[in-house]
């Protein structure tokens, strides 16, 4: 976080009632934030019963509002319901006998969640609610709905770009790998997740039927030479878990430079990954490589789409006086971004008021949003 955005955030919370503090043991807060590190596709982290960190991926910009001083004046008010209409921010809530979302149009969806919901997002046609051990899939009008048990507390919810799927990743400590399940957002249709158990060493950032998009530290292996390589043998990727269970293809693109991506050409239903094809997307026989790979035309545009979005020159509309990547967020108990560059909110639990940034503008505007009663988390969209 820059020093601008830390001193906004710094100056509205002091005061406040303290954060709460990162549960003992494991680290759990700086784990969350060492893997916030790496790049991260509308990606949202969660902590249960410790402190609540939402993670989104590096280029998730911060605006840096150098013409706003929190302690030069007192804050605008903004209601909940200009945040609803103007915003269209949603509410999780916590009533008397249940949770729910109260949506932009202020209705009440119920939820099926008995346990606080600590993620609530907001996808194509359906809610994705989690809570210990469990991820609900509740129609966007509450009519259906579905649950899912997750053999984690602690877990990580990846959207894919369409907003039609989500995967729940955690990590498994008797294997040492980080357990995949990718689940289909329709809350009609229970349908088994697609399973996967890969290395720490990458992360998922988007798929379709056929391709795999993760990203990994690849140049300060490879040096960024084009060519063969055998990262899955020598560093266990785990690749052919994909393989086996149906997938064409998987695309690596590298942390620091998501422009060069490693390619593996898998075969279908066979546990076999043997070698990676690496080069730059910028050359037309790579994007051949992903589409031939494939067996996908539109692939080639999945890696480039994510890759405008990470990459170090495409990190949206960012003010040319600054605007920098959120670091430590353990200011607030809550920071969320929203994934369409509406809004960001930072709050703890105790709090009456939120800290709400308006991005919608050609300045960003800072104001104390009153949430509504009961309310415990905004819900966070993705279309």
């Known amino acids: 976080m820059s020093d601008d955005i830390e001193a906004l955030l710094r100056a509205e919370l002091a005061g406040r009632a303290e954060s709460a503090q990162p549960p003992s043991g494991e680290g759990l807060a700086e784990v969350a934030m060492a893997r916030a590190g790496r790049i991260r596709r509308r990606r949202l982290g969660v902590a249960v019963g410790g402190l ?40 999780l809530i916590e009533s008397e006998d249940s949770y729910g979302v109260v949506n932009a149009d202020d209705e009440y969806i119920r939820l099926a969640a008995t346990e606080e919901p600590f993620a609530v997002q907001r996808l194509q046609g359906a809610y994705v609610v989690s809570s210990s051990m469990q991820v609900e899939v509740t129609a966007l009008d509450g009519t259906t709905s579905l649950e899912y048990e997750i053999p984690s507390e602690y877990f990580f919810t990846t959207v894919r770009s369409d ?31 697609v399973s ?137 108990e809550y920071y969320f971004i929203d994934p369409l560059g509406r809004w960001q909110l930072a709050f703890s639990s105790e709090d009456d008021t939120w800290v709400l940034l308006d991005t919608t503008g050609d300045s960003p505007v800072v104001s104390e949003l009153a949430p509504p009663a009961g309310a415990l988390l905004p819900v966070v969209s993705h279309k």
Not at 164 to 178: K, L, M, P
Not at 214 to 223: E, P, T
């Open 52 to 91: 609540g960190l939402v993670l989104f991926g590096t280029a998730a910009a911060v605006w840096t509002p150098w013409t706003i001083g929190l302690t030069d004046a007192p804050l605008a008010a903004t209601t909940f319901e200009e945040a609803q209409s103007e915003l269209d921010i949603e509410f």
């Open 163 to 193: 907003a039609e799927a989500f995967a729940v990743d955690y990590f498994y400590e008797d294997t040492g790998r980080q357990h995949y399940d990718l689940f289909s957002a329709d809350a009609g249709t229970a349908e088994d997740p």
């Open 196 to 332: 996967l158990d890969l290395s720490s060493r990458i992360t998922l950032q988007d798929w379709n039927d056929s391709l795999l998009v993760f990203s990994g530290d690849l140049i300060s292996v490879s040096g960024g030479v084009t060519g063969t390589h055998h990262f899955n043998d020598q560093y266990d990727w785990g690749l052919e878990s994909a393989a086996e269970v149906g997938y064409e293809s998987v695309v690596v693109a590298d942390l620091g430079n998501p422009d060069y991506v490693c390619v593996a050409d898998l075969d279908p239903g066979v546990a076999l990954a043997e070698s990676e094809e690496c080069g730059y997307l910028d050359d037309p026989l790579t994007e051949e490589l992903i589409s031939e790979a494939s067996v996908d035309e539109a692939a080639p545009e999945l890696v480039e789409d994510f890759i405008a979005e990470h990459g170090e020159e495409a990190v949206g509309d960012v003010p040319a006086d600054g605007a920098s990547v959120p670091g430590d967020l353990t200011e607030s």
